[in-house]
């Protein structure tokens, strides 16, 4: 089936420090790609639509300035968490549509900030 | 008001029994689809099953089967002879019909254990 990674997996950074999560297709070109966010034992949250060659779309209560979504290319996304907080600890996980009845997601990152 | 209600917070189920997950949704599209993930400890989003609305058939998967009942908006997810590794997070998910920008709509999830 479709691939989608994302790296890295897991990542620990100090706050006021920004991270950079980045989202693959590995073998289908996605023009959308979706970011979550998950908090423990807690369903996913979306947080933004990413768009290829165009901006990204955000939930309603998502910071545009504090998450940095770049959709560079069909099979690249981005999310950069910039001056991250401990409130920014989370899972945050990426999916793409392959075709209509099919969205794959990758394996999600799980950021700590200390 | 909720669109995706799973109203299992947590179930445990002996192993090799079957399984139903409960799940009722609410739209007023005609077009719609209506998935299952499975969502292990690791974290991973497994995709399991798929139901479009205008399916007439219930969705099978090997041992996964999805009970749709249109008129009732359920769609509930049967895991026939449950195994260990079975024990995961599941959630129900909608896609909408155009317009939905393929947004998916989510359940709260239901936690299931299976016991040996």
């Known amino acids: 089936g479709a691939v989608v990674s994302q790296h890295p997996s897991w990542v620990i950074c100090k706050s006021g420090t920004s991270v950079k999560i980045e989202c693959r297709s590995l073998d289908f070109q996605a023009t959308t790609m979706f970011w979550y966010r998950q908090f423990p034992k807690q369903s996913l949250m979306l947080m933004a639509t990413?768009?290829?060659?165009?901006?990204?779309?955000?939930e309603q209560g998502v910071e545009k300035d504090k998450f940095l979504i770049n959709h560079a290319s069909l099979t690249l996304s981005t999310l950069t968490v910039t001056s991250a907080h401990p409130e920014d600890s989370s899972f945050y996980i990426c999916?793409?549509?392959?075709?209509?009845?099919?969205?794959?997601f990758g394996p999600g990152t799980r950021l700590t900030v200390l | 008001a909720q669109k995706i209600t799973q109203t299992q917070p947590g179930m445990f189920v002996q192993e090799k029994e079957a399984v139903t997950l409960d799940c009722t949704y609410d739209?007023?599209?005609?077009?719609?689809?209506l998935f299952w993930y499975k969502q292990p400890s690791s974290g991973e989003m497994i995709f399991l099953i798929y139901q479009g609305s205008y399916d007439e058939q219930n969705a099978t998967e090997g041992r996964y089967s999805l009970n749709f009942q249109k008129a009732r908006k359920s769609a509930n997810l049967v895991i026939s002879a449950s195994q260990l590794g079975d024990s995961a997070m599941y959630f129900c998910?909608?896609?909408?019909?155009?317009?939905?920008?393929?947004?998916?709509?989510w359940g709260a999830g239901t936690k299931l254990i299976i016991k040996p």
């Open positions: 999916s793409a549509w392959t075709d209509y009845n099919e969205q794959f």
């Open positions: 739209t007023s599209d005609q077009s719609y689809g």
């Open positions: 990413s768009n290829e060659g165009s901006k990204a779309t955000y």
């Open positions: 998910a909608m896609r909408e019909g155009p317009g939905s920008n393929y947004q998916l709509i």
